[in-house]
């Protein structure tokens, strides 16, 4: 009897030969859109549309082998989140291509989704390293000391291995978790407020601002990434990491930059719209932005295949979970509500303690060096508030029939202010001696004070 072929072997056989075809028929599509003069839009909307489906249908059926077979549930519950990233980016892109006032509206989804697959896959990895051994922060403190890549080793000190480490890295992937949506936010506000400007590197513009702030955390992020990956890529060999960041690097960097670039051309005047047209400028590089990420995802949707592909998670031993049983699991968001959570209460609790502890310093420093140095900080101040010269004053120029000379004289009157109401050793501050005389000449003043007990 022959081996019965399983089904999921046929569906993308199915899916590869559908593939081949409509790609080998798209030039031809083309062309015959050209002789029946559809416009631009049309053309680009259905080729788009073609991209799509493509991209979406590979996605949902990787999301589905994952869930039939949900044998490890803490590593694929975040490959899932990370394959919806290409149906996601790829609708919300063609919905903004065919409705072009709707991507003011739509695109922060993107936007903001971008930011939670950086962090998924954060948290994969940490997932996995969990499972094989254990505790991560007591694992991290055996572990050689990781360096900061050049240049910032120049500048700062290595985070200490164990719980500093890993909190760090984590920290700093989950800043764009935080930082994107509310940098997408500022720019739909800026952008109905008329002063968001895309593409125009002005003071009085938001994007400007907002590029600045999305690149740092993108970039930290990013780093925290490469730091975690240098401290653990022995262990994390077996499930092959590097594939599985470049591709979500790429995703991310590509059409992140690639938006940057259209714009920048936008404004040099490179891209323009047609005055027969009702698109203007600004809807011709977002249009153009929106057609290409369609086609990426297609590209995306392939890699992902490769790079999470669900025989990893497939085992003999034991049946198929159910897809139905397990769709739950990609709608449930509380982890990452929690973490966010605790990275945020974590770093105000921290902020509060450093400032505090800065706050204490500078007393203590103060306090130090007023009470090494007292007459060079206090005595001058008093001799000169005090020695305005005349006859009975501290500071006088020269006592009448007096045998001292002024300097002689301001000296003790600066330790008598000194020790004033002080409790312990003569004449400093906390000193406990009594005053001395202000001269022994005629008219002198007595400063005195407290005695000790």
Wanted: hydrophobic fraction near 45%; aromatic fraction near 12%.
């Amino acid at each position: 009897m022959a081996p019965i072929v399983p089904l999921r072997r046929v569906i993308r056989a199915v899916w590869i030969l559908l593939a081949v075809a409509t790609l080998s028929a798209l030039p031809w599509m083309v062309v015959e859109f050209k002789r029946a003069k559809y416009s631009v839009h049309y053309q680009a909307w259905f080729i788009a549309g073609v991209f799509v489906i493509l991209a979406v249908s590979a996605s949902i059926y990787e999301v589905a082998m994952h869930l039939e077979y949900y044998n490890r549930p803490r590593l694929q519950l975040r490959v899932v989140r990370i394959l919806w990233m290409v149906p996601i980016y790829a609708v919300d892109s063609w919905l903004s291509l065919r409705f072009k006032e709707a991507r003011f509206y739509i695109d922060p989804i993107r936007e903001c989704y971008e930011a939670f697959v950086i962090y998924q896959f954060f948290m994969y990895l940490v997932a996995y390293l969990e499972e094989e051994y254990g505790d991560i922060c007591a694992y991290f403190m055996v572990k050689e000391q990781v360096k900061h890549l050049w240049p910032l080793d120049r500048f700062l000190a290595p985070w200490p291995m164990g719980e500093r480490f890993f909190w760090e890295t984590k920290r700093g992937v989950l800043s764009y978790v935080i930082a994107r949506p509310l940098m997408t936010a500022v720019s739909v506000v800026a952008n109905i407020a008329g002063v968001y400007g895309e593409g125009e590197f002005r003071r009085d513009r938001a994007y400007p601002y907002v590029a600045v702030v999305n690149n740092f955390t993108q970039m930290w992020a990013l780093y925290c990434l490469v730091l975690l990956y240098q401290a653990t890529h022995d262990e994390l060999h077996p499930i092959r990491p590097l594939s599985k960041f470049v591709v979500i690097k790429l995703v991310v960097f590509v059409t992140y930059w690639q938006s940057v670039f259209i714009a920048i051309c936008a404004r040099l005047g490179l891209i323009r719209a047609a005055e027969w047209s009702t698109y203007d400028t600004d809807d011709v590089a977002a249009g153009l932005q929106n057609f290409l990420i369609c086609i990426e995802m297609f590209m995306a949707a392939v890699a992902h295949a490769h790079a999470f592909p669900p025989r990893d998670y497939m085992d003999a031993s034991r049946p198929p979970a159910g897809f139905m049983r397990n769709l739950r699991v990609m709608f449930d968001v509380r982890d990452v509500m929690q973490d966010v959570n605790v990275v945020v209460t974590g770093s105000v609790a921290e902020t509060r303690d450093n400032l505090t502890e800065v706050g204490r310093r500078t007393w203590r420093t103060a306090r130090d060096t007023v009470a090494a140095a007292p007459e060079t900080l206090v005595g001058k101040p008093f001799r000169k508030l005090l020695g305005k010269g005349g006859e009975g004053s501290v500071g006088g120029s020269r006592r009448k029939g007096g045998e001292h000379d002024s300097d002689v004289d301001d000296e003790e009157g600066s330790h008598a202010l000194l020790s004033y109401g002080g409790g312990g050793g003569g004449g400093g501050i906390g000193g406990g001696g009594c005053g001395s005389d202000g001269g022994k000449g005629g008219g002198g003043t007595r400063l005195a004070c407290s005695e000790s007990p």
